[in-house]
């Protein structure tokens, strides 16, 4: 069975500043990477499983289409976007690693990066933290979400990120 995402690309440039003439697949694996790390973390693995799965089926319904809209897109299109910022000015190709530039505007350093990488996380943390407090109340109604066993990641709830450790 094919990955579902649980965002479109066309959500990133709707709800960040990626520039709608961006090629897609430039950040799509941003999609993919935030989501089996930070949501998997967040939903656990039978829960994120059973969304996938109904939206493979185009059978996605509440409380769960409710769960995606109003508390795990926004998560992960800020973890995403956040994730993608160190790297969109870079292309790997045949001839090398390449930086790109142009004529009319000027790169940003390091730390305007780091500060924008910064303001996406703790947009992405505040998300979070709104899921955990409703699934504090409302876990009952997502079975997946206690039913993980031995391998299967399980949920977390903690919201007190301070930042990548390398």
Same mark, same amino acid.
């Given at each position: 069975?094919?990955?579902?995402?649980?965002? /479109? /690309?066309? =959500?990133?440039?709707?709800?960040?500043?990626?520039? #709608?003439?961006?090629? /897609?697949? @430039?950040?799509?694996?941003?999609?993919?990477?935030?989501?089996?790390? +930070?949501?998997? +973390?967040?939903? #656990?693995?039978?829960?994120?499983?059973?969304?996938?799965?109904?939206?493979?089926?185009?059978?996605?319904?509440?409380? !769960?289409?409710?769960?995606?809209?109003? !508390? %795990?897109?926004?998560?992960?299109?800020?973890?995403?976007?956040?994730?993608?910022?160190?790297? #969109?000015?870079?292309?790997?190709s045949n001839k090398g690693i390449f930086k790109h530039n142009s004529e009319n505007?000027? /790169?940003? =350093? @390091?730390?305007? %990066?780091?500060?924008? +990488? #910064? @303001?996406?996380?703790?947009?992405?943390?505040?998300?979070?933290?709104?899921?955990v407090q409703y699934m504090n109340f409302h876990q009952s109604d997502f079975p997946e979400f206690t039913s993980n066993?031995?391998? =299967?990641?399980?949920?977390?709830?903690?919201?007190?990120?301070?930042?990548?450790?390398?």
């Open positions: 069975m094919a990955t579902a995402l649980l965002i /479109t /690309t066309q =959500d990133m440039v709707q709800f960040t500043q990626i520039n #709608g003439n961006l090629d /897609t697949a @430039k950040f799509q694996n941003c999609i993919k990477i935030s989501q089996d790390i +930070e949501i998997q +973390e967040m939903l #656990g693995t039978d829960l994120l499983k059973k969304i996938q799965a109904d939206i493979v089926a185009q059978n996605l319904v509440d409380p !769960y289409l409710s769960l995606l809209n109003d !508390y %795990i897109k926004d998560c992960l299109i800020h973890f995403a976007y956040a994730r993608y910022l160190p790297n #969109g000015a870079y292309t790997i505007s000027d /790169t940003v =350093d @390091k730390n305007e %990066i780091d500060y924008l +990488e #910064g @303001k996406a996380l703790q947009t992405a943390m505040h998300y979070k933290e709104r899921f066993k031995d391998g =299967d990641v399980f949920p977390s709830d903690d919201v007190n990120f301070t930042g990548w450790v390398m």
